[in-house]
Every structure is written in structure tokens, then in C-alpha cells.
């Protein structure tokens, strides 16, 4: 959620569920902190679900959609479908979930420590983008547009201060920071768009691809 400046009438469509008067942005990051993907413009009250499939339908968006035998992590607002994998549902997750606790009920549980160990990379490449560009925070009171061009400059010049200077300080102060809430591994988009797979047989067939890893984890942890 990036703070967004809207007309009155509108205003309540960009309040998203904490108060805050926001535009929904969908971003994908690499391991390397980089963002790889952006799409500014919807209302603060959008659910990140409806977002994401229309960030994959549009054409115009170039969706770089994973290559075979790849998949993003993604959060439990998205759906578990091909090449986008979730972590399991109504288990912990955060490690501010564990309250301390250091044993593990099962695979599940397991995999998504281990899910939001390597997921958390999106939150901290935020809040080092957040923390550097403190116009996201009070944003100017230009047209919606415009307000999405001014976090695309945003993560522009992140990646480039990225690209340019690797131990910038910022990015060492959030490089290992956890919190709740590089092989390319991603094909260039066709312009005809993506649409999104959500039949009953594309969830199952990366709901066993996730069973099949948290298993396999899971024996190598315990040493069978």
C-alpha cells in the first residue's frame, strides 16, 4: 500500500482496511532486492487477488510469467495456481506467530517458516524503497496517474542504486531484517496477455508441487 492524495468523492474506494487513503500496488522483487514488476493505479480497497488478475490479463502489462518449472512465492491473498505458490492455509507463518516456539507440528508448519524466511525478501525491499523515497509517504497531490508514474520513477531509481551500489547503506540495514507482515527465472510476456489458470486442476497440480517440496524439506530436516 503506497499513500495516495484522491478526490473527495472517490476517497472512500482508495480507504483501504486500516484507514488509510492508499493506492494497491502489486510489485515482484527478485532475491536481490530488484523489483521485476509493477502495477500502480487501483483503489486502496482492492483486493490483492482481483489486482493480480488483472495485472495478469492486460496485455499491455507484460506479465513476465515464471518459465516452466519456476513459481513465485506469493502471500495467502493469492491463489494457489500454476506457477504461483502460496503458503499453506490456517497454519503459522510469521515467525511472530511461533511466540518463541522452536519445534515445528509438521511439514506444513515447516514449509512455511521456511516460505516467509524467503518471502519476507518483498517486505524488506519496501521498506528500504519506503525509507529512501519518504515522497511515498506524503504523497504530492497530483492526478492518480501521475501519482503511479512517481513510485514506477521510485523503483526505478531503487534498482539502480541497487545495480550501482550494492552495499548502499540502506540495503544493509534491511538485508537481513525480518518481518511480519538469480537466474532470470521469469519469460518476457506475450502481448496477448496471461491469463490466469484458476481451474480446479491447475490449484491441485501446485498444491502437490508444494506438497512435494514440504515433504522432501521436511525428511531432510529430520534426517530420514
Known sequence: MIDAVVPTEVREAYRNRHGKVA???LCV??????FTFLYTGWEGSSHDARVFIDALSQGRNAF????DGHYYLVDSAYPCTRGFMPPYPRERYHRSDRQGQRGFRGYKDYFNHRHSCIRNVIERTFGVLKSRFRILR????Y???RQGDLIIACCTLHNFIRMTSPNDWLFEEWRDM???PSGRAYSDAAVSGNHPDMTVESARAMAAIRDDIAKRMWEARSGH
Open 143 to 145: 492526478k492518480v496517474g
Open 138 to 141: 506524503l504523497m504530492p497531490g
Open 29 to 34: 522483487c527478485d532475491l536481490d532486492m530488484k
Open 178 to 180: 525480518e518481518l511480519s
Open 23 to 25: 493506492q494497491n500496488v
Open 64 to 67: 513476465p510469467m515464471p518459465l
